[in-house]
């Protein structure tokens, strides 16, 4: 088992705490949800869903040059140092990968399965490593969403294109084209596998939060649908994922998911010991206030990988 770490990646953009005088002054609006704490100090109440969402969009603003993030208040809002720390331990991956060489450019392709509205994976990986990025969803709003995000960022354009996946029982078909090459792919999965489960998590979250229970909150400080909620829940979607990825074992290097819960690990290595994974990284990652874990996966063998480093990345 992995060494669990409790604090984020040296790369990542927010390893200290934030600087929030200076957010503010570059994001007016985020001032309205600013308060003192106990201490004295600058606070932002995480238990509104608003005050959540002006604080990622003026982070992505100083931090990542984006202008505009703009996306329905319906959809599901990331928490960005924890979904930059995926992209940066992914990277990490891939050194390891290329005889110790990082490999960025626009040659490099990573694959967001359940981009969402936000386009938050794509959106870190771009700015960070210039890798070019797909996004695929389910559910055409998000794609549109992420579109205009896109659309309205130079700094995107060209290095991002969304894909509708129109048969959601489908992970990787219908999205990864015929002889394409992928070097990795990203997942946040739908972790509850009903809406009373999600919203027994979302009561949870507000009562660690607040210390106050709240019988009717906004679910998962929003999130729709698909962004939560799988049949048979995240250990489901994780070995459908696994068992598509086998058809595509030649077509992609490093296949990845989070893993939320610790307990699922045993059922998803079994899954990938009967596809025939050649190898299989886990990878926690985290703070003190929540762990998770990436669980990586190849089907290439040495010499196939050695190969592929050499053809793409260059070494």
């Not at 690990?265 to 985290?286: D, H, P, W």
Request: hydrophobic share 35%; charged share 20%.
């Amino acid at each position: 088992m992995a060494t669990e770490k409790h604090t984020l990646h040296h790369r990542n953009r927010n390893k200290a705490q934030y600087d929030l005088e200076v957010l503010q002054q570059k994001s007016p609006d985020l001032k309205a949800f600013l308060k003192l704490n106990t201490y004295g100090n600058l606070s932002v109440d995480f238990a509104n869903p608003k005050a959540v969402k002006t604080l990622n969009k003026a982070i992505l603003k100083h931090y990542y040059g984006i202008s505009y993030w703009e996306f329905p208040d319906y959809n599901l809002c990331p928490p960005i140092p924890g979904r930059a720390d995926y992209i940066h331990y992914m990277a990490d991956l891939l050194q390891q990968s290329n005889f110790g060489i990082l490999p960025n450019g626009q040659h490099i392709k990573c694959l967001d399965i359940g981009v969402g509205a936000t386009c938050i994976y794509p959106i870190i990986a771009v700015v960070d490593y210039n890798w070019h990025c797909i996004g695929a969803d389910v559910a055409p709003k998000s794609i549109a969403a992420s579109n205009a995000i896109i659309a309205s960022n130079t700094i995107l354009k060209n290095n991002v294109i969304c894909r509708l996946q129109s048969k959601p029982k489908h992970i990787f078909k219908g999205i990864i084209q015929p002889k394409e090459r992928i070097d990795l792919t990203v997942c946040n999965p739908p972790f509850h596998s009903s809406k009373a489960e999600a919203l027994k998590g979302t009561k949870r979250k507000i009562k660690n939060l607040t210390g106050k229970a709240n019988n009717t909150p906004q679910l998962n400080f929003a999130g729709i649908h698909n962004e939560l909620i799988y049949k048979g829940g995240e250990l489901n979607f994780i070995t459908t994922m696994i068992l598509e990825s086998k058809l595509f074992s030649k077509q992609c290097f490093w296949f990845s998911t989070l893993v939320s819960k610790q307990a699922h690990l045993r059922a998803i290595y079994k899954c990938l010991k009967q596809t025939e994974a050649f190898n299989v990284k886990t990878i926690s990652m985290g703070t003190s206030n929540k762990i998770t874990r990436i669980v990586a996966w190849t089907y290439l063998n040495t010499e196939e990988q050695e190969a592929w480093a050499k053809s793409r990345w260059g070494s």
